[in-house]
């Protein structure tokens, strides 16, 4: 499938950008439903955490890998590769009967994230022209929060028009800081002036 034409661009946009709010949502959404999963399924209090902590530790530690592996093999292929093993993770949890196959099930999501969502940028930048286009669709894909592990910047890195304009944001840019301004109605004029004739050094 080749993507030469604007319509077919915006299509592909428009599915990586779903995909990507769907990892990210997957992280949050699941707290909605702690309560009845740990009663469905037994679990005792301190390990209900880790129906949410192992789908973002393995999402956050297999970003790098992700990322490797779809240079490697494709970047295409290997998105295709995620979006299936998220899918059959997701289906594996829905059918979850204890607390160990339920983790389980979550720690392959969070395998599968990890593999889709460098892929998926990936993509973009290969896809969209360098300059406003590129821009529009790293701003379409990339607003939602990310997940834990997974820097928040990495699409506005991706980019260098994005990675000046977070810089240039921060306190640390010169650019950056207030310029000095007079209160309303006051003018230089007011500022009181130094008596003629005083020594600028200080008094012994």
Partial sequence: MTLD???????????????QF??????????????????ALSFSQADLSWVVNAYTLTFGGFLLLGGRLADLM????????????????????????????????????????????????????????????RNRALGVWGPWPAPEGQPASSSAASSPAGSAGAGCCSSTCPSASPA?????????????R??????TFPAR
Avoid: H, Y
């Fill in 5 to 19: 034409t604007p319509r077919a661009k915006n299509l592909a946009l428009l599915l990586l950008a779903m995909t």
């Fill in 22 to 39: 769907v990892l990210v949502i997957d992280a949050s959404i699941v707290n909605v439903a702690l309560p009845s999963i740990g009663r």
């Fill in 74 to 133: 494709g970047r295409r292929r290997m998105f295709m590769v995620g979006l299936v093993l998220f899918s059959l993770a997701s289906l594996l949890g829905g059918l979850a009967q204890s607390e160990g196959w339920l983790i389980a099930a979550r720690a392959v999501q969070g395998l599968g994230g990890a593999i889709v969502s460098p892929a998926a940028l990936s993509i973009i930048t290969t896809t969209f022209a360098d300059g406003e286009e």
């Fill in 180 to 192: 000095p301004s007079w209160p309303r109605g006051s003018s230089a004029k007011a500022m009181p």
């Fill in 194 to 199: 130094r008596r003629r004739g005083a020594s």
